[in-house]
Nanobody, 114 residues
Framework: QVQLVESGGGLVQPGGSLRLSCAAS????????MAWYRQAPGKEREWVAH???????NYAAFVKGRFTISRDNAKNMVYLQMNSLKPEDTAVYYC????????WGQGTQVTVSS
């Protein structure tokens, strides 16, 4: 079992930045890919970005060039640096990992509004 806890969400103005963090605990030795997803009100959860255990990254088209995913394996952390935020980025952001199964965090709210 893996536990994931997100932090760093909040209210930010359009054009601003936020950095989300996700701390992993439990059977961390089995974690491979880590990712961020988001779910806006009334919409399905969607993939934002992922990073492999080797550090390879990939991004959804709607965040490419604005968001950066990174991980610190020594600290069992994954991060999402979000720049140039737009109102349409408003959503609950979820941390995900594959560790022999799918594991999710509880989510952190990001609201982009003036």
């Amino acid at each position: 079992q893996v536990q994931l806890v997100e932090s760093g969400g909040g209210l930010v103005q359009p054009g601003g930045s936020l950095r989300l963090s996700c701390a992993a605990s439990g059977s961390i030795f089995s974690i491979t890919t880590m990712a961020w997803y988001r779910q806006a009100p009334g919409k399905e959860r969607e993939w934002v970005a992922h990073i492999t255990s080797g550090g390879n990254t990939n991004y959804a088209a709607f965040v490419k060039g604005r968001f950066t995913i990174s991980r610190d394996n020594a600290k069992n952390m994954v991060y999402l640096q979000m720049n140039s935020l737009k109102p349409e980025d408003t959503a609950v952001y979820y941390c995900y990992c594959w560790a022999g199964g799918n594991f999710w965090g509880q989510g952190t709210q990001v609201t982009v509004s003036s």
